[in-house]
């Protein structure tokens, strides 16, 4: 069995680079350390060469490179005779050739698939018994952009009984990620290295031959995800400490102390005593059998964390702060909240443990979440507009920070995503990790194995993170982040900064951001207040580029659909955040079989939401 | 000899402190920012911090975040900030200009294209709120071979061990922060600040300025006899914002040499 996925030693990957017509590109491939060479001996390809042709290609090629001949349905004469004329080390079918046929020849084999719909792989895999390996064809002609490419990867098995070869569609660009992702025996280039069709271009194949060996850097810090960060907080280029010299100090002894009740079984059972007995945990995981029937595809699976005290995932990581500023001796806790969730979660904690309140909230939300700022008031919570710059998440932050740089002394900073400076995104990381913990035992339970899909929505990104980290090492599972599309990527009205965005610095940490070519922040939207900010983790950035999680956006128009979805059919109201996850989650579940599992984190309630539902389908409560 | 150290061994000769205003360029509009920093000079500034405009100055206090949201919204980017210092240089080759502001757009813009533009103009040096030592490296590196000094924060939180880190890798000279809390706040010790400056004078002989939270011309001349350099910045912008745009050229300087004006006389007793 192949199972290089799974290999810690982490093998080179091979390349072919098919559709040579001239020596000299192939010269230029073998000294760029190509390991083999495409043929192309089918008349309808742009790229087919004659006999002569490949004669004299053969004649200048320095040893062990490997030549390959490619053949679509053709006649056995016809192979026979190139075979005769040329010295083909193998031959490649990309027809509808039978085994018995591509076996005729004495020659080894590769034999070509694309990826159709009902394309059963192990099974081919098993019928063409004597192929040297299988070649996957992953382009689909009808679909747009990435997507396609990404649902075809989720379909590839992690066992094969061949080495698989992975081609359509790979270009300098992504064969890193492709690499990193499907860990495949070989990879087969020739569009995506050519000026002209048929001409191979030697920056385009030096471009491809670096991407293929910087796959390895990715392999490797794939390798090494749960000792990310570092101790300065680094994941990869991302996250660090990016602050004024004021807080260096006290972020140092946040960290100290973090790390040091962590170790503390007094602590920790304190912690898990409160989780347990105010929060409401474990919450459940709910089979939604009726929604997976509708959907006629995958078992989808229900991550209850709507159900825990206060409504939302929110509750895990202010517990765990609070308890944490309570060992630190401050009186006093702030927070920044954006739908008011986070604000709500800390003036509960606040109360629970007889601290001081203080939340700042943007002029504009606090508009738009009247119920959670009475909530938070009831709560003993101090309420504080922002009236500066967009009036939302993201002033709400800043305005949080200006205020723990003044007391910091006696004030506890309570941050409610995996964002801001280190150790923030460690330590919030490791409060919602609870999620995924719970999971993976809950579905072992339900199921009798782990699941094939996870989705999570993404706005910091704290309840993704919680979800996904406990499984990153498990590589045979598919990840999806959601992000916001608003009202789509390409009206600029959206916050979906891994998407969209690019890297930068802001609130303490370098991640993707919604920043204009100027370096300021663009106002972001989304239905859900809570995912309408223009950062994000800086986790999920790295998790981004080393191709472990697949981030996708949802629009405002899809999330409300499946808000409307899972209230009609399963009786749960999702918070609009949660709606962009099982959103996404209607367009993959489909695509699967019934025997695959997908467990999407219901990240909150939707009662919140009822107002903001209604004003959008024009009825005044 | 560079600038910032020709201005401050000239200062010390005089036994005089460095006055060094600070306002955002651009606000409230980019056309009136090269003569205000023209009639700063001639109202008494040694050096000049001019403030790089961000959508999001999470260090400063409502008034200087005000003067980004007037700056941005008059069109102004680092391109333009840049320019600016490159039109004042036609005039003035002497008067030190150090760029302040976040991270952010100098990273969007790329860290060469800055430095290497930021000497061409004449920068001298760069503060950059958020990036402390830790993070700057490759940031630094570039700075100093491009002739420009990395200008560092001190903060009250500063330990005895991050101070001596600091020092080490500081130019130009040292930025002390008075207080806990952001810029324009009004809870300026000056006991407090004495007993800081001295410690970190243990550990350096560049020239130690003293910002945040100093609002008026009594509170210079306190700070002018214990540090090497005043920086006013929330104040004089504070002046920007409450003054017509036809009367900050008069209005603005002229508060800017009251500051002079006390820092000078009594003469300095001691350095």
Known sequence: MFNTRQNRFIPHT???????????????????????????????????????????????????????????????????????????????????ETPEYCATFGKPYIKALRMHPDLDIPLEAQRYTQASAILLDSYVPDVQGGTGVVFDWQRIPTHISKPLIIAGG???????????????????????????????????????????????????????????????GHFGTYGGCFVAETLMQPLEELRQAYEHYLQDSTFLAELNNDLHHFVGRPSPLYHATRWSEQLGGAQIYLKREDLNHTGAHKINNTVGQALLAKRMGKTRVIAETGAGQHGVATATVAARFGLKCVVYMGAKDIKRQAINVYRMRLLGAEVRAVESGSQTLKDALN???????????????????????????VMVRHFQAVIGRETRQQIKVLAGRLPDVLIACVGGGSNAIGLFYPFLEDRNIVIYGVEAAGEGIATGHHAAPLCAGKPGVLHGNRTYLMTDDNGQIIETHSISAGLDYPGVGPEHAWLKDNGRVQYVAITDQEALAAFHDLTKLEGIMPALESSHALAYCKKVAPTLSQDKIIIVNLSGRGDKDIHTVATLEGISL | MNRLKLCFNQLREQQRAALIPYITAGDPTPTLTVPLMHALVSAGADIIELGIPFSDPMADGPVIQKAS???????????????????????????????????????????KTFVETAESVEVDGVLTVDLPPEEMAELGILLRSHNLA???????????????????????????VSLKGVTGSSHLNVAEVAN???????????????????????????????????????????????????????????????LRNAMDVPPRTMG
């Not at chain 1, 007391?407 to 309570?414: A, L, Q, R, S």
């Open chain 1, 14 to 96: 091979r390349v072919k680079i098919c559709g040579i017509t001239r020596p000299q590109d192939a010269l230029v491939a073998a000294q760029l350390g190509v390991d083999a060479i495409g043929l192309v001996f089918y008349e309808k390809s742009p790229r087919v060469i004659t006999v002569e042709q490949a004669q004299a290609i053969v004649r200048d090629l320095p040893p062990f490179v490997t030549v390959v001949g490619l053949f679509v349905n053709a006649k056995p004469p016809w192979v026979s005779h190139i075979l005769s004329q040329v010295s083909l080390d193998s031959l490649q079918f990309h027809g509808e």
């Open chain 1, 399 to 425: 305005e949080a920070m200006r205020d723990w740089v003044t007391h910091v002394d006696d004030t506890f900073y309570i941050i409610g995503t995996v964002a801001g400076p280190h150790p923030y995104p």
């Open chain 1, 170 to 232: 790979l270009t300098p660009d992504n064969v890193s990620q492709v690499i990193a992702t499907l860990r495949p025996y070989a990879v087969d280039v020739s569009g995506g290295v050519e000026s002209a069709k048929g001409i191979k271009d030697a920056t385009k194949m030096t471009a491809f031959m670096k991407g293929v060996s910087m796959s390895i850097t990715y392999l490797m810090t794939k390798d090494i995800s749960h000792s990310l960060p570092d101790e300065h």
């Open chain 2, 69 to 111: 949201e007037r700056a941005l919204s008059a069109g102004t980017r680092l391109r333009d900030v840049l320019d600016m210092v490159k039109i004042f240089r036609e005039q003035d080759q002497t008067t030190p200009i150090v760029l302040m502001g976040y991270l952010n757009p100098i990273e969007i813009m790329g860290y």
């Open chain 2, 150 to 176: 990395p200008i560092f924060l001190l903060a009250p939180t500063t330990t005895p061990e991050r101070i001596k880190r600091i020092c080490t890798q500081a130019h130009g000279y040292l930025y002390y």
């Open chain 2, 196 to 258: 800081k400056i001295t410690e970190i004078r243990r550990y350096t002989h560049l020239p130690l300025g003293v910002g945040f939270g100093i609002k008026d011309a009594s509170t210079a001349a306190q700070i002018a006899t214990i540090s090497d350099a005043v920086v006013v910045g929330s104040a004089l912008v504070q002046r920007i914002a409450d003054t017509p745009p036809a009367q900050i050229l008069a209005v603005v300087p002229a508060f800017l040499r009251e």
